[in-house]
């Protein structure tokens, strides 16, 4: 760098703006103006997240949502008669006969769901989604009977108007029903689950999953049960569905046994519920639970007369949990970027105390944009491949072009590899903390107190108030 030639500047001011004050005053300005690029490229992956799960939605849309059920239920009209007397006059009183319709809604006395499936990754350009396909089997019984002993004397159902009803997250989601038994006779179901959906349904979710819009779905199946009557039924129901990225099933029987399997080897338990038994290997898994009503807080029976119901609480079940989620890491990597901002800043700024080269703010500055467009190239890499792949490539490219353009700024390779290192290390780290979902904290505050320490001791003795700096560096001492 050339010799301060400028006579004219007051050499007060000349001292303060070559001593070390200045130097760090300008280098925290440094670090607060690089913040409007790190939020622009945060906002970048942001609009990315969004539309990935755009692009998710639209395939979801079209093969068959997250897969919810509920059910089945019976569900048996009633009337309930009642008296309402009015007083007319002082002699006369007038009754009315009041008939008020209400529906007896059944659980299962035994409820067995097994669900086996295939799962597949569709694409829509460089978006993708894990979808399913397979059979869910319902079998178990209804007993009516304690509903019905707790029916009120001016109460009257009608068996002979009986539905058995299973709601669903999407009518899209059913492909053929294989059987449909309700005591060695056939049942023959229509669309709609006759307004007893009994949970809300996932709409949406945000990229980072942090937020989920769930709304009330009309779609399902039911059936008449014309034959029903006050005594125990079996059923038995074979239906093909598909459905994508989660599935949920409600507890609605009295005893409910629930046997998953697919072949997806990353399962993530969710709900109310976790599996009593899992087997999970690289390529499949399997997870069984039992469920008995005492556990939940859904009735056995009930009587609707026009309330919504929900039962969302209670669900459980698995996502079809993806390892890698880019958007997720991505997002994860620029929270943390200014401190990885600061680390390459205040190397620099040692090895000029160190080598007693000066160096203008405009490196500086050019170092820190360096060091913000790693998180651009890993944004747009890992949308092309693996993201531990586009890390890899994002990282040696800023490292190699740091430790060049030290290179050119500093006397010797002596000591600008340092500057290599030190973005080497910070990128390690980095690493570990993405990965290290649970010790991300520790991780983090553990580096920098080391960065912090290091920096204490390597500063202990500098004189920071700078005395004859101005001097010495002009004489290139």
Not at 130 to 148: H, I
Not at 422 to 437: F, G, H, P, W
Request: charged residues 20%; without cysteine; hydrophobic residues 45%.
């Amino acid at each position: 760098m050339d010799k301060i030639t400028d006579k004219n500047t007051p050499p007060v001011f000349r001292k303060f703006t070559q001593g070390y004050t200045f130097k760090v005053l300008m280098l925290f300005a440094l670090v607060l103006l690089l913040l409007i690029p790190l939020n622009m490229i945060r906002g970048l992956v942001d609009e990315r997240g969004r539309t990935a799960a755009s692009a998710e939605s639209d395939i979801m849309e079209a093969w068959g949502k997250h897969l919810v059920a509920a059910g089945p239920i019976v569900t048996v009209p009633g009337i309930r008669t009642s008296e309402v007397h009015t007083i007319v006059d002082r002699e006369r009183e007038r009754v009315e006969i009041v008939k008020t319709p209400f529906t007896l809604v059944i659980s299962p006395q035994k409820l067995d769901i097994n669900a086996s499936f295939e799962t597949e990754t569709r694409k829509r350009g460089i978006f993708s989604v894990p979808l399913f396909s397979g059979t869910l089997n319902l079998t178990g019984t209804f007993d009516p009977g304690m509903a019905v002993t707790e029916l009120l004397p001016n109460e009257e159902v009608f068996f002979n108007q009986a539905e058995l009803v299973i709601s669903l997250s999407s009518q899209k989601g059913i492909s053929k029903i294989n059987t449909s038994r309700w005591n060695d006779k056939e049942l023959f179901f229509k669309p709609g689950n006759q307004g007893y959906s009994l949970v809300q349904f996932e709409h949406g979710r945000s990229p980072a999953g942090t937020y989920v819009e769930y709304r009330r779905s009309t779609a399902g199946i039911y059936a008449a049960l014309p034959e029903f009557e006050n005594n125990a039924a079996v059923f038995d129901i074979s239906i093909d569905i598909q459905g994508g990225q989660s599935i949920r099933f409600l507890p609605i029987g009295q005893d409910t046994h629930i046997d998953i399997s697919a072949d997806w080897g990353s399962p993530s338990f969710q709900g109310a519920y976790l599996p009593g038994e899992s087997a999970i290997d690289d390529t499949s898994f399997s997870a069984l639970w039992d469920v008995n009503y005492l556990s939940r807080d859904i009735p056995l029976s009930w009587k609707d007369e026009g309330d919504d119901r929900d039962y969302s609480a209670s669900l459980f079940g698995v996502d079809l949990f993806r390892t890698i989620n880019t958007y997720a890491l991505n997002t994860r990597a620029v929270k943390y970027a200014i401190l990885f901002l600061i680390v390459p800043f205040l190397t620099l700024f040692l090895l000029e105390i160190f080598t007693k080269k000066r160096i203008h703010p405009v490196p500086y500055l050019l170092s820190g944009i360096g060091n913000a467009v790693f998180y651009l190239l890993l944004l747009s890499l890992s949308e092309q491949m693996a993201f531990y792949t586009a890390y890899l490539l994002a990282a040696l490219a800023v490292t190699a072009m740091m430790t060049l353009y030290s290179r050119s700024l500093l006397p010797s390779w002596n000591q600008s590899w340092y500057m290599g290192l030190v973005v080497t290390l910070s990128y390690i780290l980095l690493y570990a903390v993405l990965n290290a979902e649970s010790y991300a904290l520790l991780i983090g505050s553990v580096g920098t107190f080391v960065v912090v320490a290091l920096i204490m001791f390597l500063t202990r003795k500098l004189d920071w108030y700078a005395a004859g700096v101005a001097e010495k560096l002009e004489k290139g001492e």
